[in-house]
């Protein structure tokens, strides 16, 4: 396990896979990276593979050219607000706050489908039940039209990870995550069934750089 920015730098040089919790993190990294090879005497080198992790993501999305359809944080909303509005025609609820609701709702349905919680119809009260049947058109929509939300990017570049269709290195450090979401979690898991190994780290001390810091800090990881 790396223990200092250093031994990240090295591993990055010889190609380990680094995705950090955050674009800033990545940033400071990429720079320090830099800053790390003109130290070594280099005058020329690769660009490593650090990213943020939203970024990675991203990134694999083009690779395998699903980029067209995926959903922006605009087009849910409306879909969103869509379908609570035809649901809901004719009916005491078409007095909701539409805009507000089909916010609250998308929230739930990222987070429902980030863990992979199903419910239960037979425990849920009346609101709960509206919101299950505006879920399940959305869902239908976006099967229909072959269109998926953020909360699928990471199930959707895990399972092309298993299958081949991405390619990770030999090994993978994610580097400033306080806990693991269950899509990081997942990958964790994939890498390490596709033989390679996988190492968190918090890394606090580099949650806190200055701005003006332009060398890289040998602070120890905690």
Request: net charge negative; aromatic share 8%.
């Amino acid at each position: 396990m790396p223990g200092t920015q250093e031994q990240i730098y090295s591993a990055a040089a010889d190609g380990v896979l680094v995705l950090t919790a955050n674009r800033r993190l990545f940033r400071h990294l990429r720079e320090g990276f830099d800053c790390w090879m003109q130290e070594q005497g280099r005058q020329a080198w690769s660009t490593p593979q650090i990213y943020s992790y939203e970024g990675w993501l991203s990134m694999c999305l083009n690779e395998l050219g699903l980029m067209a359809q995926l959903l922006s944080s605009s087009q849910e909303q409306c879909l969103w607000e869509e379908l609570i509005r035809k649901s809901s025609r004719g009916t005491s609820a078409e007095l909701l706050q539409l805009s507000q609701t089909a916010e609250r709702s998308l929230q739930a349905h990222h987070l429902l489908s980030e863990y992979g919680v199903t419910l239960d119809p037979s425990g849920l009260t009346e609101d709960q039940l509206a919101f299950s049947r505006w879920r399940q058109s959305y869902l239908d929509y976006c099967d229909r039209h072959q269109l998926f939300d953020k909360s699928s990017v990471a199930q959707k570049v895990c399972e092309a990870v298993a299958n081949s269709e991405i390619e990770l290195p030999g090994q993978l450090y994610l580097i400033g995550f306080d806990q693991l979401s269950p899509g990081l979690k997942q990958l964790q898991q994939v890498a390490e069934d596709s033989g390679a190994l996988a190492w968190k780290s918090r890394f606090a001390q580099l949650l806190r750089v200055r701005s003006d810091v332009s060398r890289p800090s040998t602070a120890t990881m905690k």
